[in-house]
């Protein structure tokens, strides 16, 4: 028991230390609260509820993969080295692709509640 402990002592040291120091991770844990405020506000249903934490699990978890990549690579190549700034641009891509993917998913979820409401 005590190795899980500690295993998930190391997984939030690992959380903590990317919303410490990556501003984007901060930026998206700004929106997952905001889509989730609005979320509670239009009512969304189990399924649209599903969709939104996966997709909000997916980018941050993107997100971290992102600075693992990045901290792992300025380790290995503290220098500049055109492979290296792949490796990063590439991970970065990762983050984009599923970050649009989730824009994506929000409107076909809020657009249609968004009309329909009424002030």
């Keep these: 028991m005590k190795s899980e402990i500690k295993s998930f002592t190391y ?3 690992g959380i903590i230390y990317a919303i410490r120091s990556e501003k984007h ?11 989730a405020v609005a979320g509670w506000f239009f009512n969304v249903n189990y399924i649209e509820w599903c969709l ?20 792992l690579v300025n380790l290995v190549s503290p220098q500049q080295h055109v492979i290296a ?4 641009d590439l991970a970065a891509g990762a983050v984009l692709v599923i970050s649009i993917a989730a824009i994506f998913i929000g409107l076909i979820i809020f657009i249609p509640k968004i009309l329909t409401y009424t002030f």
Excluded at 25 to 35: G, I, S
């Design 11 to 13: 997984a939030w040291k």
């Design 25 to 35: 991770m901060r930026f998206h844990l700004l929106v997952a609260f905001l889509v």
């Design 52 to 71: 939104i934490i996966t997709t909000i699990g997916a980018v941050i978890a993107a997100e971290i993969f992102n600075t693992a990549f990045e901290q």
């Design 85 to 88: 700034g792949k490796v990063k």
